[in-house]
């Protein structure tokens, strides 16, 4: 299947088919986007979306998440580095997600779990367009999309000093927020369109469906899917 467009993504919410719209306004201007919402809401569903979406379709989409990999490894799977730069390291050197996306689109889902040296180099990357691999000669050029996303109160993080403010203004050049599902208006036709797809010609009494549309769904669409 082709991965869900933008305006499929919004459904029939208003305030998120008003978020797209202010979103499509901002895709191809080389602004950085950072996409929150609890877990489950979509997030990298987004981020592929809006790749898609953009005059960089045709190149890479690259995930990484910031809590998912130990603090020691992400540093060589975002920059990389070259062979024979240091004991241990692979011979022919390894390249790190930002050289292998240039070109495309970068997702840094939970960015609020980036050690703060590493903000530090990303926020140095963003700046000056360019990036120097462990052992490189020279730094490489380069031309991404960065898309980022968390769950965390970044903000807040903010101001406890968890995180850099000037990366997090870097990053937030335009904000999605996308709301819950047991915010979402549409969650009847979502509900529905589920069925239809996983189980066609089942009805729910009116009982049961109230029941889905009552429930807390802490996970989210994520939860609704499986």
């Known amino acids: 299947d082709r991965h ?12 998120l088919q008003q978020a797209v719209r202010r979103l499509r306004k901002v895709i191809d201007k080389d602004i950085a986007i950072l996409i929150t919402g609890e877990t489950g809401t979509g997030k990298e569903a987004f981020a592929r979306a809006i790749h898609q979406t953009s005059a960089r379709h045709g190149g890479p989409f690259v995930a990484l998440n910031c809590a998912a990999i130990p603090e020691s490894l992400i540093e060589s799977e ?16 390894m390249k790190g997600k930002l ?15 980036m050690p703060a040296h590493l903000q530090t180099r990303l926020l140095r990357v963003l700046a000056e367009r360019e990036m ?13 999309q960065v898309i980022c996303a968390t769950h965390q109160d970044l903000p807040g993080m903010l101001r406890d000093k968890g995180f850099r403010e000037d990366l997090f203004y870097r990053l937030n050049g335009m904000h999605l ?3 819950p599902l047991r915010e979402r208006s549409d969650r009847t036709q979502l509900i529905q369109q589920l069925l239809d797809s996983q189980a066609p010609g089942v009805r729910l009494t009116a009982q049961a ?4 549309l009552d429930a807390p769904w802490p996970g989210n ?6």
Do not use: M, W
Request: one cysteine or more; aromatic letters at 6%.
């Open 99 to 113: 050289e292998l996306v240039n070109g495309g689109t970068l997702f840094l889902d939970e960015i609020g779990d």
């Open 4 to 15: 869900p467009d933008l305006d499929r993504l919004a459904g029939g919410d208003p305030a």
């Open 78 to 93: 975002l920059f990389g580095y070259r062979g024979g730069s240091f004991t241990g390291a692979e011979k022919k050197g």
């Open 221 to 226: 669409i994520r939860q609704l899917l499986k």
């Open 132 to 144: 120097s691999p462990l052992g490189a000669q020279a730094p490489v050029a380069l031309d991404i």
């Open 209 to 212: 469906h109230q029941c889905l």
């Open 177 to 179: 927020s996308l709301p």
